[in-house]
């Protein structure tokens, strides 16, 4: 009996920790699918928010479909030779899936998340924001992210890609690669990766006791490449950094 649950054991362990493939198809699929091939694909983004995801999982979005919601992954991380990805799968004839935010803030929301690709989607509604706010057991750095061949347009009320740590010092972004993306048609700017600069002034004058201090210029953001965009009829900054 010992031996039967200690093999029990180690397969649910490595069922967990061997990445795996997520399809989601709007028209043919179903919730209450496993998730794991074409043929036993979930049916919304509602699925995908239930549950968290590994290194070299891919969360897979057939093509020539819409779906509506926001993506929000929390705490869930790649590595280097396994990011996570969410991107396209079918025929390659087809539009890229379009990703609608409806009444969410963004399409896609990253909290706490690294090593992360996003590719070959369409957002529309409103836009991808990656923040580094959180507790203070997070990492400092928060690395990895590939965002690339993504078509981002009519953002109703924020960026098309964000990059937020907020007044958190101590965070700052790493190695974040955002290329061959078109985005257009955007109410606020086209790219930011902020960080703090020290602006939360306590309103009075000559005094700064309350002021929460700029970040130090150790923790600032390296190793950005941003190359071969498209940045069209934005309302603010096309690129801000």
Known sequence: MLKYYLLLFTILISSQLHPANYYVDSMLGND?????????????INKINQRNFNAGDQILFKRGQTFTGKIELINDSGTLSQPIVISAYGDNTLPKPIINAGSNSHSINLQLCEYIEISNLEITGEGIEITAWGSSSTPEFFRNFHLHNLHIRNVNSSTAISFIVGNVNNRTFSDITIENCLIEDIIGAGITVNKWAGTNDNGTPNDTSDDTPATPDE????????LNNTIRRVNKAGIQI
């Open 32 to 44: 209450s699918f496993n998730g794991l091939s074409e043929s036993s694909a979930w049916k919304s």
């Open 219 to 226: 923790y600032y953001h390296e190793n950005l490449n941003i």
